[in-house]
Every structure is written in structure tokens, then in C-alpha cells.
């Protein structure tokens, strides 16, 4: 059964605009809340979210919604999403709410919720949650309303929680660091928590004004932070997106580190360790097969999902792995968060620095990445996959790659977009392959 307002990362969409309006953000909050307090037993919802204009619109909608079911309103204000996933956990809530559309413009938003367990709801929990919201909300009688309050220590707690998956007798003296927040959530913890570790810090992307969040910086335009690295002769660059849940590297010669990159030295250095659960790294199918194969000759599996953290998670927690994460910069740690959190990525490829004294443009270069291109398409209301052109030209696509490459194409679940992406040890191929398709994709819309 399909979702009718939940993507692969929440509710998300351009603010004040159906479904991320103030009105839909009432409903889900007292839809949220009904679906979470089955008892008259006191029931809690701890709510962050980025730095947003609208995300102060819709905290106070969902406050509201969740209030009226009974629900007590714990509100963080901006914190990175994996502080929530945190929080929710250790504040003993039954539901945390992230109000951010994560690597999107300003005029987007959105609502992500985690369980009790601190991890992103199922799709099953989804699925009932619309249902209430499209049905009859039985409200709670005037004595039952909750209370509401603000947490001034919950990012305290966050930064606290993320200088623990840092060796305790290791510092970072002596490492100068360029930290891109992308004018989002970020924008205190991080660069707080690298100076306590010792670091010098070189803040990028800390003055949030409600539209500039990753406004060209932040892990969407990790330039920005390159720049920053050349110009500061720093030894090592971190960019985080506008909740922080991403992050990409910027080596001291300026060159940007994705997250398969990432997710290679730490599988390696885990293995190496023998803390690397199963020898397996869990990562989407748009990871590169540089990525594969490198890991493969390195004794390790890759274990590939659907496209979103949400299914990476998953696929972890059946499978007992420890590691997992997305190419866009999504890192999962299991051992330390439930969801992707860039400044503790940030903080392991620092900690292989320290410990190795290799550079970062050493350390960042784990594999050689095959030839990928990525193209996306935008379309209105008319869905340009269903169109026989389409279809053709994918079909034909995979002819002409076969064996020496692989074809993704894939409509976003959390914009407008069709995705075409493509691999080849053939560059000159690839760019035909994928240029011929998008082309037909745009035709079509």
C-alpha cells in the first residue's frame, strides 16, 4: 500500500504550500500524537528543526496538533536531526519530530518523525499515521491538553553525546579544520565541538537568517568550503548539509570526498579493527561500483538497498551490520546514532588523521571511482515514465552499456524530479547513454 503524503524522508514540500502548509502540519501533529498516546498515561514528543523561516510556522502548527491529543511538547529548537533521534531516546519520548527539508532551498520544508527507539518511523507506522490524518481526531478533554516547553540544554546534550565517539585520550591539536555549516542547524554544535577537541576552527555557513540555509555552502556546494580550505591553508574541510545529517570532505588540495568515499575508510579502518559487523558495508544502489569492487578485493561486501537512509537503516538493523550510509553523504553508525549524523562522520575521518598522521588527500582517496553522471529532469503533474519514448530509449540505454556499466533511473521521493543515472568504464558511452535518456525524459514532461 502506497504512502499519500509521506516520501522517503517524511512529509516534504514548499512551504505554505499543501501538504506543507500550517493546517496539514496541525493534522499530522494530532495525528502523530493520537497515534502515539494510547493511554492516559503521560506521553511525551520532543521537536527540533533547522533554521528555516517556516520551521518556525510549523513547530508552533505541530505543537498545537500534538498538545490537543494530550501529547506533552518538548521543543529543542534548531538542532541537527540526529540530535533528535537522540534525544527522543534518551528523554524516554514516544515520538520526535525534525522539521527540516535536510539539503533542499529555504522555500522547501519538511517533517520527519522517529520512534521511541530513536529510529525514523516504518513505512507501516506512515502509512497509519495518514490514515488518521485524514479521519476523525478524537481530541483530548480540557484537562488533558499538554503542556508545552522549551529545552534550553538539549543541544548541549548533543554536543556532549558527539565528543564521546571521539577517542577520549586523542585530541586535535595542531589540525586547522574548515567546518561548513550550510547556515542550518549546525551552526553551533559543530564548530563548538571541534574547538573543545582542540581543533582550529575555520567557521563557514554560521550566519542563519531563515532563506541563506544551503544557500551556495553546505554539503550541496562543497566549493564553498574548498575555497575556505586553499585559502586558509587548512588541513581538512567538513561540510554538512542544512540539518546535518550529510556531510563531504574537502582535502587540503582542495578536492571533494563523497560519501562512498568515506564510507571506505571507515569500513576499512573498522575491518582492520575487527569492529566491521559481518564484514559488510550497507549503502543505496547509487553507490559507485568503484566502491563495490574496491571492497570486494578488500575481503568486505556491499549490500545495496532502495534509494533513502530510511532503507540503509533497515537493511542494518535485520542484518546486524554497523555501518552504512549513501553516496549524498548520509553515514550511519550504528553504534554510536540511528541515523545519519555528518559531524560524528566528520569526527572518524579526523580521528584517522590524528592516529595515522596521513593527510587528508591520502586518506580521502580509498578507490577509483568508475565514470558516473547524474541527470535530473523536472516535471509538473504529467509522470514522464509511463511514456513509451521512455521506456524506449532506457531499454536501448541498457543494450549499449551491458556488462561495462549499469543504468538507474528513478523519480525522487522528495521532489519533482526524474533521476538518470549512469556508470561506465567508458566516459565518452556513458555521456551519450545518460544525455539520450534525460533527453526523452524531458520530452515526455
Given at each position: 500500500?502506497?504512502?499519500?503524503?509521506f516520501?522517503?524522508?517524511?512529509?516534504?514540500?514548499?512551504?505554505?504550500?499543501?501538504?506543507m502548509?500550517?493546517?496539514?502540519?496541525?493534522?499530522?501533529?494530532?495525528?502523530?500524537?493520537?497515534?502515539?498516546r494510547?493511554?492516559?498515561?503521560?506521553?511525551?514528543?520532543?521537536?527540533?528543526?533547522?533554521?528555516?523561516?517556516?520551521?518556525?510556522?510549523?513547530?508552533?502548527?505541530?505543537?498545537?496538533?500534538?498538545?490537543?491529543?494530550?501529547?506533552?511538547?518538548?521543543?529543542?529548537?534548531?538542532?541537527?536531526?540526529?540530535?533528535?533521534?537522540?534525544?527522543?531516546?534518551?528523554?524516554?519520548?514516544?515520538?520526535?519530530?525534525?522539521?527540516?527539508?535536510?539539503?533542499?532551498?529555504?522555500?522547501?520544508?519538511?517533517?520527519?518523525?522517529?520512534?521511541?527507539?530513536?529510529?525514523k518511523?516504518?513505512?507501516?507506522?506512515?502509512?497509519?499515521?495518514?490514515?488518521?490524518?485524514?479521519?476523525?481526531?478524537?481530541?483530548?478533554?480540557?484537562?488533558?491538553?499538554?503542556?508545552?516547553?522549551?529545552?534550553d540544554?538539549?543541544?548541549?546534550?548533543?554536543?556532549?553525546?558527539?565528543?564521546?565517539?571521539?577517542?577520549?585520550?586523542?585530541?586535535l591539536?595542531?589540525?586547522?579544520?574548515?567546518?561548513?555549516?550550510a547556515?542550518?542547524?549546525?551552526?553551533?554544535?559543530?564548530?563548538?565541538?571541534?574547538?573543545?577537541?582542540?581543533?582550529?576552527?575555520?567557521?563557514?555557513?554560521?550566519?542563519?537568517?531563515?532563506?541563506?540555509?544551503?544557500?551556495?555552502?553546505?554539503?550541496?556546494?562543497?566549493?564553498?568550503?574548498?575555497?575556505?580550505?586553499?585559502?586558509?591553508?587548512?588541513?581538512?574541510g567538513?561540510?554538512?548539509?542544512?540539518?546535518?545529517?550529510?556531510?563531504?570532505?574537502?582535502?587540503?588540495?582542495?578536492?571533494?570526498?563523497?560519501?562512498?568515499?568515506?564510507?571506505?575508510?571507515?569500513?576499512?579502518?573498522?575491518?582492520?579493527?575487527?569492529?566491521?559487523?559481518?564484514?559488510?558495508?550497507?549503502?543505496?544502489?547509487?553507490?559507485?561500483?568503484?566502491?563495490?569492487?574496491?571492497?570486494?578485493?578488500?575481503g568486505?561486501?556491499?549490500?545495496?538497498?532502495?534509494?533513502?537512509?530510511?532503507?540503509?537503516?533497515?537493511?542494518?538493523?535485520?542484518?546486524?551490520?554497523?555501518?552504512?550510509?549513501?553516496?549524498?553523504?548520509?553515514?550511519?553508525?550504528?553504534?554510536?546514532?540511528?541515523?545519519?549524523?555528518?559531524?560524528?562522520?566528520?569526527l572518524?575521518?579526523?580521528?584517522?588523521?590524528?592516529?595515522?598522521?596521513?593527510?587528508?588527500?591520502?586518506?580521502?582517496?580509498?578507490?577509483?571511482?568508475?565514470?558516473?553522471?547524474?541527470?535530473?529532469?523536472?516535471?509538473?503533474?504529467?509522470?514522464?515514465?509511463?511514456?513509451?519514448?521512455?521506456?524506449?530509449?532506457?531499454?536501448?540505454?541498457?543494450?549499449?552499456l551491458?556488462?561495462?556499466?549499469?543504468?538507474?533511473?528513478?523519480k525522487?521521493?522528495?521532489?519533482?524530479?526524474?533521476?538518470?543515472?549512469?556508470?561506465?568504464?567508458?566516459?565518452?558511452?556513458?555521456?551519450?547513454v545518460?544525455?539520450?535518456?534525460?533527453?526523452?525524459?524531458?520530452?515526455?514532461?
Amino acid at each position: 500500500m502506497g504512502r499519500k503524503y509521506f516520501g522517503t524522508d517524511g512529509v516534504r514540500g514548499l512551504a505554505n504550500t499543501h501538504p506543507m502548509t500550517a493546517e496539514m502540519a496541525l493534522k499530522l501533529g494530532a495525528a502523530a500524537g493520537r497515534y502515539f498516546r494510547k493511554d492516559q498515561k503521560s506521553h511525551r514528543v520532543v521537536i527540533g528543526k533547522d533554521t528555516r523561516r517556516s520551521s518556525y510556522m510549523i513547530e508552533s502548527a505541530l505543537t498545537a496538533g500534538f498538545a490537543s491529543t494530550g501529547m506533552e511538547v518538548f521543543l529543542l529548537g534548531p538542532v541537527p536531526t540526529p540530535a533528535v533521534g537522540m534525544l527522543s531516546r534518551s528523554m524516554r519520548a514516544d515520538v520526535g519530530v525534525m522539521i527540516s527539508a535536510s539539503h533542499n532551498p529555504y522555500h522547501d520544508n519538511g517533517i520527519k518523525f522517529f520512534g521511541p527507539d530513536g529510529f525514523k518511523l516504518s513505512d507501516q507506522a506512515e502509512i497509519k499515521i495518514e490514515k488518521l490524518v485524514d479521519g476523525e481526531i478524537n481530541l483530548a478533554q480540557p484537562e488533558n491538553i499538554g503542556r508545552v516547553q522549551r529545552i534550553d540544554d538539549g543541544l548541549g546534550r548533543y554536543m556532549e553525546f558527539a565528543k564521546t565517539a571521539f577517542p577520549r585520550k586523542r585530541v586535535l591539536d595542531g589540525l586547522k579544520v574548515v567546518i561548513d555549516c550550510a547556515n542550518g542547524a549546525a551552526y553551533k554544535a559543530a564548530p563548538t565541538v571541534l574547538w573543545e577537541l582542540g581543533a582550529e576552527v575555520i567557521p563557514v555557513g554560521v550566519s542563519p537568517n531563515g532563506f541563506n540555509i544551503n544557500d551556495g555552502c553546505g554539503s550541496t556546494c562543497p566549493q564553498t568550503a574548498a575555497d575556505a580550505v586553499l585559502a586558509h591553508g587548512a588541513d581538512v574541510g567538513i561540510c554538512l548539509d542544512g540539518d546535518a545529517d550529510r556531510v563531504m570532505m574537502i582535502d587540503e588540495k582542495g578536492k571533494v570526498a563523497d560519501g562512498d568515499q568515506v564510507m571506505g575508510l571507515i569500513a576499512k579502518r573498522w575491518k582492520a579493527n575487527d569492529t566491521l559487523a559481518k564484514n559488510t558495508l550497507v549503502a543505496t544502489v547509487m553507490s559507485n561500483m568503484g566502491l563495490e569492487k574496491h571492497l570486494e578485493d578488500q575481503g568486505m561486501t556491499l549490500l545495496r538497498t532502495g534509494v533513502g537512509d530510511r532503507y540503509v537503516v533497515q537493511a542494518m538493523r535485520e542484518g546486524g551490520y554497523n555501518l552504512g550510509g549513501e553516496q549524498s553523504g548520509h553515514i550511519v553508525m550504528s553504534d554510536y546514532v540511528t541515523t545519519g549524523d555528518g559531524l560524528i562522520a566528520g569526527l572518524q575521518f579526523l580521528n584517522a588523521m590524528m592516529k595515522s598522521g596521513k593527510p587528508a588527500s591520502e586518506l580521502a582517496n580509498v578507490f577509483e571511482p568508475y565514470p558516473q553522471l547524474l541527470q535530473n529532469v523536472r516535471y509538473k503533474d504529467k509522470d514522464p515514465m509511463d511514456a513509451s519514448s521512455v521506456k524506449a530509449a532506457i531499454a536501448a540505454g541498457e543494450e549499449a552499456l551491458k556488462a561495462n556499466g549499469r543504468l538507474l533511473i528513478r523519480k525522487s521521493g522528495t521532489e519533482p524530479l526524474v533521476r538518470v543515472m549512469g556508470e561506465c568504464e567508458d566516459a565518452g558511452l556513458l555521456k551519450q547513454v545518460v544525455g539520450d535518456i534525460a533527453a526523452a525524459v524531458e520530452a515526455a514532461a
